[in-house]
């Protein structure tokens, strides 16, 4: 019998195949096609992106409506085994470092080698750390008193 995993993606757009070359850059894992195992978060994550599309319609003068869309994908764990896949079992420093890296990165070319990436992504509670880290890779000192100097 089959391991079947179900993934769920909740967007703002209608498509009838995944282009992963669509994904926006300097995301936590890449460029890329974003699902969750939980249908809550999708669900969230496409009533946020209906506001935000809204908002920056109505901030240009138009009035623009959006769609907050779920998708739901069925995929048997046996058919993983043939990607390079890469697991983070917790945000600890290794996902910390590759979330900066895709984040910081200017190029247009994928910072990595994975077909797919499992893992937690930054939300409220892990982007004061990376708003932390970020500015140390671009050669900058945090002193004690919170203000950069360059370095």
Not at 1 to 18: C, S, V
Not at 31 to 51: C, M, P, Q, V
Not at 107 to 115: A, G, P, T
Not at 124 to 133: E, G, K, L, M, Y
Request: aromatic letters at 10%; hydrophobic letters at 35%.
């Amino acid at each position: 019998m089959a391991d079947i995993i179900t993934l769920y993606h909740g967007t703002i757009y209608e498509f009838d195949l995944i282009d992963v070359t669509k994904g926006k850059g300097n995301k936590d894992f890449g460029r890329g096609f974003y699902t969750s195992r939980d249908i809550r978060h999708a669900e969230r994550l496409a009533i946020r992106n209906k506001s935000i599309e809204e908002e920056r319609s109505a901030f240009r003068g138009v009035k623009k409506s959006a769609t907050p869309w779920l998708y739901t994908y069925e995929l048997d764990r046996d058919e993983l085994l043939a990607l390079n896949v890469k697991e983070f079992a917790a945000p600890d420093r290794e996902w910390m470092r590759f979330v900066v890296l895709n984040r910081e990165s200017k190029s247009k070319i994928q910072q990595h080698k994975y077909d797919i990436v499992i893992g937690s992504t930054a939300n409220d509670n892990t982007r004061a750390a990376i708003q932390t880290v970020l500015p140390l890779t671009r050669g900058e000192i945090l002193t004690c008193s919170g203000s950069r100097e360059g370095g």
